[in-house]
Each structure stands twice: as structure tokens, then as C-alpha cells.
Nanobody, 124 residues
Framework: QVQLLESGGGLVQAGGSLRLSCAASGRTFSRYGMGWFRQAPGKEREFVAR????????YYAYSVKGRFTISRDNAKNTVYLQMNSLKPEDTAVYYC?????????????????WGQGTQVTVSS
């Protein structure tokens, strides 16, 4: 069992930066692939980024590649999403998720545990 708690969301102007954190409970955090997803009002949940259990392998959605960076600190049971050059279209609730697939996944159906989400709002 893994419990996830996101933090770091907020209101930022376009071009600004935010760093999201996702703190996980449980001693087996390092075995899980982790992902970030987001959901804007009226839209489906979409993949943002994923990271393997070791942190070596990462993958990004095209819309955020080059602006967002996913990382993890297994000693702190935490995964991060550094978001730079934010755009109004990045506005959404951001969720972190854990999957037993150690490499992580782009598909939300493959994730076993989810956080409650944190709101990110980017003003123009």
C-alpha cells in the first residue's frame, strides 16, 4: 500500500515556474515507477511525465518536453515535477501516481495508487 500526497501547486504568471512534490508513504516506494498526470476542467486526464524506480529513465509528454523535469529522491520517498516556462494551457489539477511497473507508464490505467491532486493555475 502506498499513499501519495502532492504539494507545491498555486497561482503563477505565464513564464513562471513551480515545483510540485509528491510525498509517498511506505517502505517500498523505491520499487514503484512514478508518474505525473493532469486534468483540466472539461478535459480528460492526460499524461505529463513518468520516471522509473531508479530515476534513470524518464519520459515526457510532447507538450511539456523541454519545460518540465521529473525527478525522485528515494531516500526521501518523494518525486518532483519542476515546471518552467509555464503557459496558461498548463492550468490543471496535477496528480502523482505510483505503478508496480518499475519503469513507469504513460497510461493512467496502469497506475495503482493516486494522490488527491494539487491545483496549478497559470495566468496570462
Amino acid at each position: 500500500q502506498v499513499q501519495l500526497l502532492e504539494s507545491g501547486g498555486g497561482l503563477v504568471q505565464a513564464g513562471g515556474s513551480l515545483r510540485l512534490s509528491c510525498a509517498a508513504s511506505g517502505r517500498t516506494f523505491s520499487r514503484y515507477g512514478m508518474g505525473w498526470f493532469r486534468q483540466a476542467p472539461g478535459k480528460e486526464r492526460e499524461f505529463v511525465a513518468r520516471i522509473s524506480w531508479s530515476g534513470i529513465s524518464t519520459y515526457y509528454a510532447y507538450s511539456v518536453k523541454g519545460r518540465f523535469t521529473i525527478s525522485r529522491d528515494n531516500a526521501k520517498n518523494t518525486v518532483y515535477l519542476q515546471m518552467n516556462s509555464l503557459k496558461p494551457e498548463d492550468t490543471a489539477v496535477y496528480y502523482c501516481a505510483a505503478t508496480g511497473s518499475g519503469g513507469g507508464s504513460r497510461y493512467y490505467t496502469e497506475y495503482d495508487y493516486w494522490g488527491q491532486g494539487t491545483q496549478v493555475t497559470v495566468s496570462s
